[in-house]
């Protein structure tokens, strides 16, 4: 998937088998897409809203920046250290855009349009190059995935969904793997 600065791009992973332990991994599949795969990227982890279908409390406090220099596909990150325990309802394991100043100048041209040099991350597809949003589903307890933009309010509320948001529809997922050791 293409990405740009600013942006979160958040995978919610419910905790439907009542797992306890400690999350000791993140795992990225990231891709070069918008030809910076070498460029930093933030990682995050977040309760999910019981209201709706945002982030709400931050759980790693750091802020942890992630450098690819060798430019691999597959990055998994140690948070075992943060002591992480697994929500009962889940987490949003987030990939995070920095802002543009982060990446600097170098640009590219494609198709007219001009885009910044940023990682990308990868999708996991349930049909094929369907990339459909579902904005009408809000209360979801099932795996989504979301992009919110990064410089407006961290507090969402549901009418700023259609302004400040997109959610797939159900299966389409980013490709964010967490690990829990019990």
Not at 39 to 58: A, E, I, M
Not at 110 to 121: A, T
């Amino acid at each position: 998937m293409r990405t740009n600065p600013n942006s979160i791009f958040a995978q919610y992973i419910p905790n439907d088998k009542g797992i306890s332990g400690i999350i000791t991994t993140i795992e990225y599949f990231v891709n070069d897409e918008s030809r910076g795969i070498e460029r930093p990227f933030k990682v995050g982890l977040y309760t999910k809203s019981k209201d709706n279908v945002f982030p709400d409390q931050k759980l790693l406090n750091d802020s942890v920046v992630i450098f690819n220099p060798k430019k691999k596909k597959r990055i998994v990150v140690d948070v075992s250290k943060y002591n992480i325990s697994f929500p009962k309802d889940g987490i949003m394991a987030v990939f995070e855009t920095l802002c543009p100043e982060s990446y600097g100048s170098d640009q590219y041209w494609e198709n007219g349009q001009l885009y910044s040099r940023v990682p990308g991350i990868d999708m996991d597809l349930k049909k094929k190059g369907d990339f459909s949003a579902d904005l009408e589903k809000l209360n979801r307890t099932t795996p989504y995935a979301l992009v919110m933009d990064t410089t407006a309010d961290e507090r969402f509320t549901i009418e700023d969904v259609h302004q400040h948001a997109f959610i797939y529809t159900d299966g389409n997922n980013f490709a964010i793997v967490i690990t829990v050791e019990q």
